[in-house]
């Protein structure tokens, strides 16, 4: 089989790619160029995009480039800043998932002859009555069956998820015994596109946005301080708040950008009964309790 592996420079995609070609697949590279400007984590540095590379040449694999910049803006970079502006918590991994990697690049591989897409992803495919499932990943730590909840039928279809069934101490362990440069490269928990020596997410959503100041509250409505950018502030954050010595942690539990003023409270106070959802994605049939 021609697949196309996704590597972004780190462990997991490296050695994604080493068990496929270890598998007889004609395996060739690709390192999507999404970013254009400053970034010093994630996948978007050019020293990712060069451990790439030389991971390709140490597996004797094709490494391609391609230059998604102006779709990763709009449909992810976009939508991550307006989301921050009325308050609400973005998840620009998911976004650039469904846009991206399992929209632009397996139309790309598709238009390009490829029958599949890899990834590195702690997750696993399992057949099912109605085609496919997303399972968790081995490895409950490092799961991340939910930033690829949006996939359809005919997207799983044409991916591969060969690290799934790994844990990521055993895919440490091949990446060493495969000679790879980055087998103990550390795990990236940034948003790529967030550059910490430019201020990180509060610098980078102030560049865009400006700077609205807020209050800061209890549930009973005193005032506890006060933040220079509400728009930098999310549901459940605890630090970064200027709160002093207070007993116990608080938590932000609401942030009204209209109002200026943002909400906090105990841990417990952020649990809730209920929640809403929006854009459900179901893998096969519709379930029998499921509404229009």
Known sequence: MRVLAAMSGGVDSSVAAALLAEQGHDVVGVTLKLWGGESDTGCCSVSDVEDARRVADRLG????????????????VGPYVDHHAVGLTPNPCIECNRHIKFDKLMVRAEALGFDAVATGHHARLAAAESGFRVRRGVDAAKDQSYVLYMLDQQQMARLMLPIGHLTKDQVRRRAAALGLRNSAKPDSQDVCFIANRAGGRKGFLSRRLGESPATVVDADGAELGSVEAVQAVTIGQRRGLNLGGADEPRYVTKVDIDAGRITVGRREDLYTSTQDVINICWAGMLPLFAVS
């Open 61 to 76: 694999l094709q490494h391609h480039v391609f230059n998604f910049g102006d779709a990763f803006d709009e449909r992810v």
